[in-house]
């Protein structure tokens, strides 16, 4: 083979082997099919741009070329001229279709399904490396320089998820890596003559080279010193994920780092978002408490706002050694109760600690210093350690209860007042949050009511309806398209909320932590990653941030007596208490049963039945895939009973008379001669399958005795042996091969004796993947092979002939 065209297929196959951590963000392999093919072409594309001596500029054009005619083809060819050329209707979808890839990754989690536009954008960027791999190794001869492009590949995945990026999916890419540079370089080597030993003497050209297995050792001590040596450095982290992996040194991996970037900001909703939309349940946490009608569990806020939402930013604080004050404890507007709560991690791993509202001073047990705690948002947080399975902690809070009187006393901030300049930002003014804000229904003559109104209008009286998903829309924001469309999740209610109310000139954020959770008969609640949730927390002053939950009934919401459901009937009587089905009391859940989830579905279920459906097509799969796997032993047992039922009746039968050549005394001599050579072919299959060694070199007789000799064979199938090698040997070399009697029964007694002594593996492989068959059906697969490549060939040197340029130019210079 053509060295740069062995080359280009290894270019390929590192490029597709540099992309297996994208597993970790697709639940299916929809886009490795995708990429496989896009890849196959590029490197075809790439071996004939060579061969026809293209310059070395055009030879990525013309590949890049090739990626958005594959693009085109997977994505929008129901649009395409010709369902390949992208005319303007196909242009106009592909936009469609980044919008889409676009809001999938702003609001799903990984692992995600693969839909058009992901796919889209997973094809075009595996195939654009692919060609810049294919150009910088093959044409250029540069292998070293394409480990650029595969670790963009690579660092995709990476920057999205640390978490569940294993060691195997980098030993994967950079095996593909240096398998590149290996084939690089023997070819590099190959040109240079004949190799000698350091005792001169003579090495073929394809045996090893001593120097490159001294190359070898060096490269593998190299790499074991690479690893072993920041385990001993101070300051480098210690683990070997931290050293193997892409764990960052004292940030979370999300690029929430409080020491070393406390103005730092990350989009911990988009992430909380993702978490709502998989499809399994995780548990990720258990809660015992003392308080009956718990609300939520509370872990981090978002306060700075931007076009695309809320981010967190990063906090910062005191050890939590030094306790965890509350400044309205002393505020006899302020009924509280004393609690307590131990919290059990399970499959959660945060800077932050999930805790209630207002933990009690000095109370906090089963943590150390490594966790802090910031009282301007009543975080606590660690700039290193996170939280872990099987973490257990507990701690005692106050818990407040805000009445709507008391709340209504609470006097506007100073328009000085820092809280009140920076919590009241908004990046821009949106027409749709402005008409909320100008409704002279939405006024009041006190901060609280006119909050409370603000609240109330997220209802299902104007339309607004719980779905966690979303379709993009017109207005050319975020919020306005939700203002606009009215459906979404609690990420929307509370980030929508929290900005109308700024908008209104109230401080406001978003806190992030999880609902109530399923309560078991001992009293523990279970949390997973279905109750994770997001609420608004407006400041009052005297009272602090305040919790408004706008999000409807079916998102998990708990509400309160200063935050009643908008959507309750006023009883009769008119003193502002719900009906008979709508009883608020403080802190107590709008659900009937408390193991609602954020999919509004009884104990976590994740559809209308608490279970998900599984398409037709993966029925279909599995039936193909065990077709294929049945493949071999079918065609082994049909090959099988055609043969012995050829061997089940003797000479003479009535079954002779319509096939075989008349002999001289009207006896059938080709039906004999064929049933003995169909018997004798199946006793051959018999031992190749149970790997006895068969020599073709051998007469019938030879083989017979050979067989014959096995030890363990009894007198019965020794004499079965020696009249089939008999027969056999009359059916080949004699003129009559004569009567011969039926071996249908000598053929079961010779395969049951070598089956009850073979060890059970090669009994499965005989019974499943019987080698008689598996190795004629690689045979025929090598010819076929061989022939469609000569056919190739063929075809490559007619186009070569055709096309031949220079001889063009020498006949056009005569």
């Not at 008979?580 to 859940?589: F, K, L, Q, Y």
Request: hydrophobic share 45%; aromatic share 8%.
């Amino acid at each position: 083979m053509n060295q740069r065209r062995h080359l280009s297929l290894v270019a390929a196959a590192a490029t597709l082997m540099a992309a297996a951590p994208i597993k970790v963000l697709f639940n299916d392999w929809s886009w490795l099919v995708d990429s496989i093919f896009v890849v196959a072409v590029v490197c075809a594309v790439g071996i004939g741009s060579r061969a026809m001596r293209l310059p070395v500029w055009a030879q990525p054009v013309v590949g890049l070329v090739a990626v958005m005619l594959v693009v085109t083809l997977v994505s929008v060819r129901d649009v395409a001229i010709a369902g390949l050329i992208p005319g303007p209707a196909a242009w106009h979808k592909f936009g469609d279709l980044l919008t889409a890839a676009g809001n999938d990754i702003r609001t799903l989690g990984i692992p995600v399904d693969s839909d058009p536009g992901l796919l889209m954008l997973t094809t075009a960027g595996i195939g654009i490396v692919a060609v810049f791999v294919d150009f910088l190794a093959v044409s250029l001869h540069r292998p070293a320089a394409a480990g650029l492009p595969l670790l963009a590949v690579y660092a995709v995945p990476v920057a999205i998820d640390t978490k569940n990026i294993y060691f195997a999916e980098y030993a994967i890419g950079a095996a593909g890596y240096l398998w590149l540079l290996v084939t690089d370089n023997v070819d590099r080597v190959r040109v240079f003559g004949r190799r000698f030993t350091g005792e001169g003497k003579g090495v073929d050209m394809w045996e090893p080279s001593p120097l490159a297995a001294v190359g070898r050792r060096i490269a593998v001590g190299c790499v074991a010193l690479a690893i072993l040596v920041p385990l001993v450095i101070p300051g480098f982290n210690t683990t070997l994920v931290g050293v193997l992996g892409t764990v960052g040194g004292s940030g979370d991996g999300t690029g929430n780092c409080p020491r070393c970037a406390p103005s730092g900001s990350v989009n911990l909703l988009a992430t909380l978002a993702g978490k709502l939309n998989e499809n399994s349940n995780i548990a990720l946490a258990q809660v015992t408490t003392s308080d009956a009608t718990p609300e939520y569990l509370r872990f981090a806020v978002a306060t700075q706002l931007t076009k695309g939402g809320f981010l967190t930013v990063a906090p910062v604080g005191q050890p939590i050694s030094r306790g965890t004050p509350n400044t309205y404890i002393d505020n006899p507007n302020i009924p509280f109760s004393h609690q307590s709560a131990t919290v059990t991690v399970q499959g959660l791993s945060l800077n932050y600690l999930p805790i209630y509202a207002m933990p009690t001073n000095g109370t906090l047990q089963g943590i150390g210093d490594d966790w802090r705690f910031d009282q301007d948002s009543d975080e606590i947080f660690s700039p290193q350690a996170h939280t872990t399975a099987t973490m257990q902690y507990s701690f005692e809070y106050d818990k407040p209860t805000y009445t709507p009187e008391q709340l209504r006393t609470a006097q506007p901030l100073k328009p000085s007042d820092p809280l009140q300049r920076s919590m009241t930002a908004v990046p821009e003014t949106v027409k749709q949050v402005e008409d909320i804000v100008k409704d002279p229904s939405m006024q009041a003559n006190d901060e609280y009511d006119r909050v409370l109104n603000l609240y109330k209008y997220f209802s299902t009286s104007h339309g607004f309806a719980y779905s966690t998903s979303t379709k993009p829309g017109t207005t050319g924001t975020d919020i306005g398209n939700f203002l606009t469309q009215k459906v979404g999740f609690c990420v929307q209610f509370a980030a929508s909320l929290a900005w109308v109310v700024r908008a209104a000139g109230f401080p406001a954020r978003v806190a992030l932590g999880f609902n109530l959770g399923t309560r078991d008969d001992k009293g523990v609640w279970s949390l997973t990653n279905k109750d994770l949730h997001a609420w608004t927390e407006v400041y009052f002053d005297g009272f602090g941030w305040v919790p408004f939950d706008a999000t409807p009934a079916l998102g998990g919401t708990t509400y309160t007596v200063w935050a009643p459901n908008p959507n309750a009937t006023v009883a009769p009587g008119g003193n502002g208490s719900t009906g008979p089905d709508e009883n608020i009391t403080p802190g107590s859940s709008a659900h009937p049963n408390p193991g609602l989830t954020e999919k509004g579905t009884p104990g976590g279920g994740i559809g209308p039945q608490g279970g998900s459906s599984v398409p037709w097509w993966t029925y279909v799969a599995i039936l193909a895939l065990l077709a294929i796997a049945a493949a071999p032993f079918a065609a082994r047992a049909r090959l099988r009973r055609l043969r012995t039922s050829a061997g089940a009746f003797p000479a003479g039968h009535a079954d002779d008379t319509d096939i075989g050549v008349l002999a001289d005394d009207g006896k059938i001599i080709t039906a004999q001669r064929s049933r003995v050579h169909a018997v004798w072919d199946e006793f051959v299959d018999t031992l190749v399958d149970f790997g006895i060694g068969i020599d073709p070199t051998e007469t019938p007789r030879a083989a017979a005795e050979r067989v014959a000799g096995t030890p363990y064979l009894s007198d019965d199938v020794v004499r079965d042996v020696q009249q089939l090698g008999q027969a056999e040997e009359r059916a080949r070399y004699a003129a009559r091969p004569g009567m011969t009697p039926s071996f249908a029964a000598a053929l079961r007694r010779i395969r049951r004796a070598f089956a009850d002594r073979a060890p059970w593996r090669i009994r499965l492989r005989a019974l499943l993947l019987p080698p008689s068959v598996t190795s004629r059906w690689r045979g025929a697969v090598v010819g076929a092979a061989a022939q469609a490549s000569a056919w190739m060939q063929g075809v490559r040197d007619a186009v070569v002939r055709t096309v031949n340029v220079r001889a063009r130019l020498a006949s056009s210079r005569r």
